[in-house]
């Protein structure tokens, strides 16, 4: 079985010994290149995870390969069957991508992955937007350090995969990086030692 759902149960009696014996299926695997949108030049470093239909909602990943310095990337994946592709550059200079050139999970072209194959999925991203504020006390105008910055799907809870933050430092600032051109909503966090809102 490839999940904890479906597989077959055992018994085991006190004293007892029970023989189980199990195979494995040849390795199922996805690979690709992972370069940039304009230029085509590879993306050293960027990575892709196998993630559910669902996209990263469950938090649940599949397996997990990043590119090397020509762009290619090669993944072994825990399971068969229909997947997504997220493609994420972990510098934030580029915006996250999902197999299918799509910005959004349920956009998303889904690839199916089979064992003892490599399954193809390459992504083009485009250069990520960057989205960067400064946080003062509404008393005495000055920086607030240590708030931190998460990013939204429009106004939603759905947390933005593929994103990079920097909290704020002693003058305020933060900055979201790797963001992709749709609507967000942002939610700004205060330390809990601060004593804000």
């Known amino acids: ?29 996805v690979a690709g290149r992972v370069t940039e949108a304009k230029t085509r030049r590879p993306v050293s470093g960027s990575c892709a995870t196998l993630l559910p239909l669902t996209g990263t909602d469950t938090g649940e990943e599949f397996g997990s390969g990043c590119a090397d310095e020509t762009g290619a ?20 200079r580029f915006a996250p991508e999902y197999s299918g050139g799509a910005t959004t999970a349920a956009k998303a072209k889904a690839v199916t992955v089979v064992a003892g194959r ?8 485009d250069v990520g937007a960057v989205l960067t504020g400064r946080v003062i006390d509404s008393a005495t105008a000055t920086g607030i350090a240590d708030v931190c910055p998460s990013a939204h799907t429009a106004r939603t809870w759905d947390w933005l995969p593929g994103t990079v933050t920097r909290c704020s430092g002693e003058d305020g600032t933060y900055r979201i990086g790797g963001l992709t051109a749709d609507p967000v909503s942002m939610l700004l966090t205060p330390g809990w030692q601060s004593g804000l809102a």
């Open 73 to 92: 990337y090669e993944l072994t994946a825990s399971a068969e069957g229909p997947f997504l592709v997220l493609f994420t550059d972990p510098s934030g």
């Open 118 to 125: 490599t399954t193809t999925a390459s992504a083009a991203l």
């Open 1 to 29: 079985a490839s999940s904890h759902a479906t597989a077959s149960t055992i018994e085991v009696a006190a004293g007892g010994t029970v023989r189980v014996d199990d195979h494995f299926k040849p390795a199922a695997k």
